[in-house]
């Protein structure tokens, strides 16, 4: 099938671009503030020679919000849990319980049609500690679903009105763990128990490395969730029309992703959102990284006084030793 998408008409030199933004001064203090690479890629887009970097929050969200796109989320999550599901509203993602820790804003935080909660997290860094962070997202879920049904239930609640919750989290650049296992660019979870007791509890986890996808060598099998992935994995114009013909339903989205190049101001304020944020998260992971090096020199320190103290004792016990025998003689 051919591509009804005229990306050609949107076709301009950069300078061109940059002239159109000079037009308007705000517009153009806000690319100028931009690095070098995410100016080029807002360049790219203006010109249609790329499509929108949809693994970062802001684009992300434009794509899949459901309350634009009410289909659209449930039909990804689907995908990636083997179920189906619908995403029925997206509920406040800053009000964590675990207070204090500003690392547990979700992406997406929603609610299914059962009742379950469901976040959805894109990685733009393989941060240290991964399954320690997943396993606060998922209690925190917990959390929030315990206090709001308690809330509402009142004295008739019981643990049986808790519904299960399911984090999704979507590495772009995955540790090496990942990659130790094969061409599985995809991993569910959930507890088990070594005795076969057969006991549904209630959080489950799906991780998708995006990198691994990425280097799997086309034909992937054709399918839905295969669809969506290769969605958030491709950027350029040409693979975006392979897409077009194995999946016709994804014109509709890069249509949408095409005609936002005529609102470049929205487009760039996004621009500038998805850089500010990726920033903070650098920041976040480089703190991170600063606090476990100076917990490895810790310990390496407290290595080094308790074999200073160890020989000390021992040094001291041969002076007695020395004492003793020079008594003797």
Request: glycine share 4%.
């Amino acid at each position: 099938m051919q591509s009804t998408i005229v990306w050609s008409e949107f076709l301009e030199t950069e300078e061109e671009v940059v002239e159109h933004l000079k037009d308007t001064p705000a517009l153009y203090g806000s690319y100028c503030r931009l690095n070098k690479e995410w100016r080029q890629r807002f360049l790219d887009f203006c010109r249609g020679k790329k499509t929108l970097p949809l693994t970062y929050d802001p684009f992300f969200k434009q794509i899949f919000h459901p309350d634009i796109h009410p289909d659209r989320l449930s039909r990804f999550v689907s995908s990636l849990l083997g179920m189906e599901v619908k995403v029925v509203r997206i509920l406040p993602s800053e009000d964590s319980l675990l207070e204090g820790d500003t690392l547990l804003i979700m992406d997406i935080l929603g609610e299914l049609e059962d009742g379950s909660l469901i976040n959805v997290e894109i990685q733009k860094q393989n941060y240290a500690f991964p399954a320690e962070r997943i396993s606060c997202y998922s209690s925190d879920l917990v959390m929030r679903q315990y206090a709001r049904v308690r809330g509402v239930k009142g004295n008739t609640f019981t643990y049986r009105d808790i519904k299960k919750v399911y984090v999704i989290v979507i590495f772009e650049q995955s540790m090496g763990v990942f990659h130790k296992a094969g061409n599985y660019y995809i991993h569910h979870g959930k507890t088990i128990f070594d005795s076969g007791l057969q006991l549904e509890l209630l959080q489950e986890c799906c991780l998708v490395a995006l990198d691994v996808f990425r280097k799997i060598t086309y034909p992937k099998d054709r399918n839905e969730q295969t669809a969506w992935l290769s969605l958030l994995a491709t950027e350029s114009l040409e693979e975006a029309g392979v897409l077009i013909r194995e999946y016709p339903w994804l014109e509709e989205i890069y249509e949408e992703i095409a005609m936002m190049r005529q609102r470049p101001e929205e487009v760039l304020g996004m621009f500038s959102e998805a850089l500010r944020i990726l920033d903070e998260n650098t920041v976040k992971y480089m703190i991170e990284e600063l606090q476990k090096k100076v917990e490895e020199k810790d310990s390496e320190l407290d290595k080094k006084d308790s074999i200073i103290k160890r020989i000390y004792k021992e040094n001291e016990a041969l002076k007695q030793q020395m004492k003793e025998l020079s008594k003797g003689v």
